[in-house]
């Protein structure tokens, strides 16, 4: 197969990025980044929800216990022969920061005390090669392999299950991490799968390019993370989805190689590519991604907006894209995102709530192309009822863009139960899944004592559509999983009953598994099953996940 | 399974189109379009290929043979009966007017008094329910099936072949002809498979809608074809292709109904809307299309430029698509091609040839979206080497955009040979290809004594790279089809092996079959194979294309 990246391969960096950080097991992020109630907020969340802000209840490590692995020695040593013995992990603190991701059902199973799933090893490949080598190995010993990039997923595509196998180790990528080629004149990067968001934009930055990839999840997950599970960022508006850059993957599978995709675009047949990319770790492992880049923008304005509510808010939003105007960012959140979002972050109980919508543009490029859409967007705006804020709240929204899931430890150590949920539909059916989707939620924690508070923003918008992002704040009661687990369901048959999708960045995972049938009928999922059995017949790769 | 479209219809449309013409069997379009060549222009061929222009070689229809139909009566019967027998045709005149599409080799073939290749029978389903119970009968009874929209294709993709079934009949979706909802809100429209490209404009043009799909093929071609093949129109700068419109399908297979897409966006797994947009008819018979659609423009500006050399040229283009600015309407062609298409136009003769390419843009919108759009591109062409011309060459090209293939009708009956072929790389690998397609051409012509004028332009841009599109003209051998499968195999090859796709907008058909596995590797192609198997386990749908 001819590669066409060779034909690109401008310049190479060997540099060595900057270490990136394990996030905490028990917890989103770093503990630097661990954001305590304020008093205030402690207040507020006692009157509103009846809770008694708390220190907490999450067990140390030494206090968690993990299932006994069941990986032998001999494989042990089998697999070490394949990335080096220093490369296979067994002990307890590597398991425990691979036993899962980051969703609430995750951090609420971090905290039992009962035996935790957990992989029965981790590895660490270095290459392509050990890569293809170790899922070889393991698919001839009945082993599955959870691939692990920064351990973001927020709907179990990490969850450390056995499948038919016998044990499951977690292939932890973040050895392949280099920048192998740019091409500035098309505008394309190869990188390792993991890379983490801020590692690959310091190697590319040396360069003068940028992704333009920030979802929340950005200073933690990788870049074949991003691609495994069809990730978008804040930035959509204007650099797009994080598949809508994918220009080329490179795949290992149990059978061998795959390579997919030759930049810009092609009519040969069915596009593979989309078949790998949003494949969650089921059909193979990502471990190169071509991407779409640019370079680093010469100018980025800010400019926020208040709309007197959601309906008038999303029309302007909608104007906005079908014109063409393409802002870098462009988001809008609800009457009580707008307001809980100035309660809850930190001048809380200072800053006056203000009525109505926030939205927030951003726009990037050259000094000219900004100005010209900046107008553009403006006067679009305003036409549809916005007033200008001024470019301070885009810029506050900005520099605590990433804050939001330490929050919500915060509010889980508090006896707060508190998640995030996410769909997507056409304009002209956001209403109505929007009403649905809440209705849902309020309706399924009410009916268990616990009403809760349901905020929603857009923060992707399309030609025919936009997403919608929920956040569902309430009391946690005695078992919060199973309080959880009644709410998820309710809202997510209200999305696929209502003209949603069932997840329009999070991905599928286990959580969302149920609901895949809905999505893609069961010729759908007989094709994804045919599919899987090409590239992985002993069925070891990342089992549970994804296909039902 | 929820279908948002239903959430969607805000109204809907009865009116029938004005009725589509169908092509002549022997010749592209319809007679009025006939391009005969002035004296001029023979004179011209003359002098460069040594061919004397005569009066052409083309058979009458009653000097033409076909295959005797293998379907026998009780299947004419049988199927009669899912469709209705007056929609079951096995005259000569029918056979004959779906005997092939319109590659330079199927022109050739028709006019081979040998007998030739044609369907068994021509069915006229009305509906998507007949189109499956169509699937399913002949499923039952090994009868291929060859989906027929408006027969355009230039790869093989509608040729008759039976593979390992018994009978071949071509099931010609025209009757598939409504507009059956627009969401004017959200931009969407629900089209039938068979409306032509005309049809389908005059019918979303009466809700002041467009989709904006204008290829070459335009006149004739289908919404599902369209689909089926990853159609690329002109004005894809602007609209994008026909792959990036989809929003949703509704495809017919042996094993039942499959709809896939949800707009705008789905993290849900891989995309398996991409694997059915491209499918050729292998997959399954698409019936049903929801589209992205736009409000007909306020405005169309038009300017045309020149360039001193096609590297500058492309460049400038380059520059414009990577700056974001979004003209509707990109394309360059090379120094030959901006000599020989004022030649070769009607004017040929009085016009003086211009040097240097010439480079055609417009752009469509809002008045302000025009202008300040085309500022921006002026401003950047101009920078970068551009001359401005004008909006008259633009408009003379618009004018005359789908009349080149009429004008291959009258080369062919002058003893010219005459083809185009298509690939796209990525902006810095352009150069490379084109000069090794190129170059494969003429070795490959040359070497047979017919050495080849070969044209080149640009008419798709992205910001990654672009698409190449030659016209290659010599003097025909006594066996042309030998003569051209010399130089297609050469030209082929030079594309994969310089990191070029085997096509960017024409599909695969039979003709690029031999370079699918080239394309997407071995593993690839067992995926196509796997997931052929799940839908048409017969293996009745469209034999011999697309999979190896």
Redo the contacts between chains.
């Keep these: 197969?001819?590669?066409?990246n060779?034909?690109?391969d401008?310049a190479t960096s060997d540099v060595p990025p900057t270490p990136a950080p394990l996030m905490q097991w028990n917890a989103w992020g770093v503990a630097a980044g661990n954001k305590p109630l304020s008093p205030a907020v402690g207040t507020l969340l006692s009157q509103a929800f009846g809770v008694q802000v708390s220190d907490g209840g999450r067990p140390s490590e030494d206090a968690v216990i993990l299932r006994d692995s069941t990986l032998t020695a001999d494989h042990v040593a089998g697999l070490g022969e394949l990335v080096g013995a220093a490369n296979v992990a067994t002990d307890k603190s590597a398991r425990l920061l691979r036993a899962g991701g980051k969703s609430t059902f995750d951090l609420l199973r971090r905290r039992s005390t009962d035996p935790q799933n957990a992989p029965d090893a981790v590895l660490f490949p270095a290459d392509h090669d050990e890569v293809v080598a170790v899922l070889q190995y393991c698919s001839a010993n009945r082993i599955a392999v959870v691939p692990f990039g920064g351990g973001t997923s927020v709907v179990g595509g990490v969850d450390p299950e056995r499948g038919g196998s016998d044990a499951a180790i977690a292939l932890d990528l973040r050895r392949l991490n280099s920048l192998s080629a740019i091409?500035p004149?098309?505008?394309?990067a190869r990188m390792g799968a993991g890379l983490t968001g801020p590692q690959a934009e310091e190697l590319l930055g040396a360069h003068g390019l940028s992704i333009g990839h920030f979802p929340q999840s950005f200073q933690f997950a990788s870049i074949g993370g991003f691609a495994a599970?069809?990730?978008?960022g804040q930035a959509s508006a204007g650099y797009g989805?994080f598949?809508d850059m994918v220009?080329h993957l490179k795949v290992a599978?149990p059978?061998?190689t795959?390579?997919?995709g030759?930049?810009?675009?092609?009519?040969?047949?069915?596009?593979?590519r989309?078949?790998?990319?949003?494949?969650?770790g089921a059909?193979g492992v990502i471990t190169e991604v071509t991407l779409?880049v640019?370079p680093v923008a010469e100018r980025t304005d800010y400019q926020a907006w208040s709309f007197p509510d959601f309906t008038t808010g999303a029309a302007a939003l909608?104007a906005v894209v079908?014109?063409?105007v393409?802002p870098t960012v462009l988001r809008l959140s609800d009457e009580a995102e707008s307001g809980v979002n100035l309660a809850m972050a930190d001048k809380a109980g200072g800053a006056a709530v203000t009525s109505g919508c926030l939205a927030i543009t951003t726009f990037e490029?050259?000094a000219?192309?900004v100005a010209?859409r900046a107008a553009?967007a403006s006067?679009i705006l305003t036409e549809n009822g916005g007033t200008a804020l001024g470019a301070d709240p885009a810029r506050q929204w900005e520099h605590g863009r990433f804050n939001a899931p330490y929050m919500r430890d915060a509010l889980l150590d508090s006896g707060v139960l508190c998640e995030t949920l996410e769909t997507?539909?056409?304009?002209?059916?956001l209403g109505?899944l929007r009403g649905a989707v809440t209705a849902a939620l309020s309706e399924a924690l009410t009916g268990q004592g616990t009403p809760p508070l349901v905020l929603c923003h857009i923060s992707?918008t399309?030609?025919?559509?936009?997403?919608l992002y929920f956040t569902v704040i309430c009391a946690q009661k005695d078992d919060p999983i199973a309080q959880w687990t009644v709410a998820k369901r309710a809202a997510s048959d209200a999305m696929?009953?209502?003209?949603?999708?069932?997840?329009?960045?999070?991905?599928?995972g286990s959580d969302?598994r149920p609901?895949?049938t809905?999505?893609?009928?069961d010729?759908?999922v007989?094709?994804?099953r045919?599919?899987k059995?090409?590239?992985d017949p002993a069925g070891i790769l990342n089992p549970g996940k994804?296909?039902p």
């Design positions: 197969m001819s590669d066409v060779a034909l690109s401008l091409d004149i098309s505008g394309t599970t069809r990730s978008s989805r598949d220009a599978t059978r061998g795959i390579e997919l030759k930049p810009p675009a092609s009519a040969a047949g069915p596009d593979l989309e078949l790998f990319v949003g494949s969650e059909f779409r640019h909608r079908q014109a063409g393409a490029g050259t000219a192309h010209s553009e006067a997507a539909t056409t304009w002209s059916n109505t992707h399309y030609p025919t559509g936009a997403s696929v009953g209502n003209g949603g999708t069932i997840t329009h960045h999070h991905a599928v969302h609901w895949m809905a999505e893609v009928g010729l759908g007989e094709i994804l045919a599919v059995n090409v590239v994804l296909i």
